[in-house]
């Protein structure tokens, strides 16, 4: 498990991390570029998040008892963040990767 696990994903994140070596060592100040992409970055997580949660929330209460003889089933999430996208998770991702560009 330590070797096809922890070492693994361990490799994978050197790898992507290792490109930011170059930009902890440049002496150039952030532009507001970079401030902005951050903000979405983080905007883009939050809202994977929310709509993640939401979603879990959902499934977990889609089969409520009315009374002894019926249920309820809801099949479509149309409430908070689903109310207004059909994917807002995937509307998240987009902003992250919108932000890592920036």
């Known amino acids: 498990s330590i070797f096809s696990v922890f070492l693994g994903q361990s490799a994978f994140m050197f790898a992507a991390c290792f490109s930011l070596y170059g930009a902890m060592l440049s ?11 951050a903000c979405m970055c983080l905007a ?22 009315i009374d002894d003889f019926r249920w309820e089933r809801r099949v479509v999430m149309d409430g908070g963040l689903w109310l207004w996208s ?7 991702e987009i902003a992250w990767w919108w932000g890592l560009f920036l």
């Open 86 to 92: 059909r994917h807002p998770n995937y509307a998240g």
């Open 27 to 37: 002496p150039v100040t952030l532009h507001i570029s970079d401030i902005i992409g």
């Open 44 to 65: 883009g997580v939050l809202l994977e998040l929310v709509a993640d949660k939401q979603m879990d929330d959902f499934q977990k209460s889609a089969h409520r008892q």
